[in-house]
């Protein structure tokens, strides 16, 4: 992966970019481009328009370039513009729709407990190379409601902070913790019979996972 | 001095933050001393654990093939 340029490396690329020099953008915004596409498919679910989210996203910061002011980091900025432009697709294709999949209001998340206590062995570490298994964990993190699956996506599959977390979602950090910790919990609830759903179909109870 | 016994209730409402190292010193003592003798929290937390570790790996979401040829693209278009 990329590694992205030091604070100063950035301000500087900043700087070329605002001075007219277009390429210094691509470096730039180079090893943010996973975490674009990630914030884009966490919202849209689907590859094809968080691909087109993506790219507005990035022109968007091309274009809005000399209104960063540094206050955040570039990176949070960038995943702040392309939450915002995923949102506003979603709102555009589904109006009808918006209302119900909008946020839980802060306080109202509710409680959720586990509802599976057998063992867990730690998973083999080639599991992802499997496009079944790969799929199986997305359908799990796609059926998660938006405001679970945002968090979760952001924290887990970027590993951003908590804070960061919040500073994008506009949402307090203990509502970011909360959701979390639902987000995990149902996840790992809905994974719990194995990727393949193999296990819960099995007749005899079997204490530890087949993992 | 023995930690106030905590519940698997209040375990499970801190388990993720636990995970994230989000608990004070005070709680992950007590969580851990009801972590090494409950097998549900245990198995809560290792599940979780997994499931972090699973979501986090890079291979989960693959980024479309070509897609910084198509973005530079856009950029030089720009007017």
Not at chain 1, 17 to 23: D, H, L, N, P, S
Not at chain 1, 27 to 49: F, G, W
Not at chain 1, 194 to 205: C, F, I, K, P, T
């Amino acid at each position: 992966m990329p590694q992205p340029p030091t604070a100063g490396g950035e301000a500087e690329l900043i700087r070329r970019v605002c001075g007219g020099e277009r390429e210094a953008f691509c470096e730039l915004v180079h090893p943010y481009e996973r975490m674009v596409y990630v914030t884009a498919i966490s919202v849209l679910k689907n590859s094809a328009d968080a691909e087109d989210v993506a790219q507005e996203a990035m022109l968007k910061a091309f274009t809005k370039l000399a209104s960063f002011r540094g206050e955040s980091r570039f990176s949070t900025w960038l995943i702040q513009i392309t939450y915002n432009e995923a949102k506003m697709k979603l709102r555009r294709g589904r109006p009808h729709l918006f209302e119900s999949i909008d946020d839980p209001k802060e306080g109202q998340d509710g409680d959720y407990w586990p509802r599976d206590f057998a063992d867990w062995r730690p998973i083999p570490s080639d599991t992802l190379e499997r496009d079944e298994d790969r799929r199986a964990l997305e359908n799990a993190i796609d059926s998660l409601q938006p405001a679970y699956r945002e968090v979760l996506v952001l924290r887990d599959v970027q590993g951003f902070s908590i804070e960061e977390t919040s500073t994008v979602l506009g949402v307090s950090k203990p509502n970011v913790k909360t959701r979390l910790l639902r987000a995990r919990l149902m996840l790992r609830d809905t994974l719990a019979p194995g990727l393949d759903g193999s296990w819960s179909r099995r007749q005899n109870y079997r204490k530890v996972r087949p993992w | 001095m023995a930690e106030i016994e905590i519940s698997c209730v209040e375990v499970w409402r801190e388990i993720s933050n636990y995970l994230d190292e989000e608990v004070s010193a005070e709680l992950r003592a007590r969580m851990e001393a009801h972590l090494k003798v409950c097998s549900h929290c245990s198995a809560v937390l290792d599940g979780m654990r997994n499931v972090v570790g699973l979501v986090a790996d890079g291979r989960l979401i693959q980024m479309p093939e070509g897609f910084n040829k198509r973005l530079y693209k856009k950029i030089e278009e720009l007017g």
